[in-house]
């Protein structure tokens, strides 16, 4: 059984619009104490998207935390009241411009559970109508890309998909949902 950490103190180390560090001084189940600091940002969504044709939907956008161009899965954060589910259809309209016409939630999880709080709904979607132009924020440049699923599980195998929630993401949308995935 593994007992709860009793926090004894609290504060932010960091507190901007973007990115929350709080320190808790723990007192731990030895009875030893220690700081420990957790990274709070918004939590987000993403979708593995199908067209039609059973093309998965990707994006390739530089990430300046990396220093690289990525491709990536459709995704954004979850405003404040705002659904997972509606979360991802707008961001996914934002980015691709397409519609999601059907949407099945895969799961909840946790990005990086040994230093965040932060949580990622993923689900599977399929696309409709193209809508509208990308409406892209600021600092945003997306291509929209679409892969044959054998594609994209090559690309995993090579190491062109880089970032292991995207790789879960699609991994578990193939296990849920073998019918897109077989050619």
């Given at each position: ?111 990086m559970s040994g230093k ?68």
């Open positions: 059984i593994f007992l709860a950490w009793k926090v004894i103190d609290s504060k932010y180390a960091l507190d901007n619009k973007y990115v929350k560090v709080r320190q808790d001084l723990c007192i731990l189940p030895n009875g030893s104490t220690s700081d420990f600091f957790t990274v709070e940002i918004k939590d987000w969504t993403l979708v593995v998207a199908f067209t039609p044709s059973k093309e998965m939907v990707l994006v390739k956008q530089y990430r300046h935390s990396t220093s690289q161009e990525l491709t990536e899965l459709p995704a954004g954060v979850i405003n404040k009241n705002e659904k997972p589910a509606d979360a991802i259809k707008r961001e996914f309209l934002e980015e691709t411009g397409m519609e999601l016409e059907q949407l099945n939630s895969i799961g909840t999880w946790f990005t965040s709080n932060c949580t990622v709904s993923v689900f599977f979607g399929l696309t409709g109508k193209h809508r509208q132009a990308q409406q892209l924020d600021e600092e945003e440049n997306i291509q929209v890309i679409f892969k044959k699923p054998r594609e994209v599980l090559q690309m995993i195998a090579l190491g062109e998909i880089k970032s292991a929630v995207y790789i879960a993401g699609i991994l578990a949308a193939k296990e849920k949902y073998p019918e897109y995935f077989s050619e």
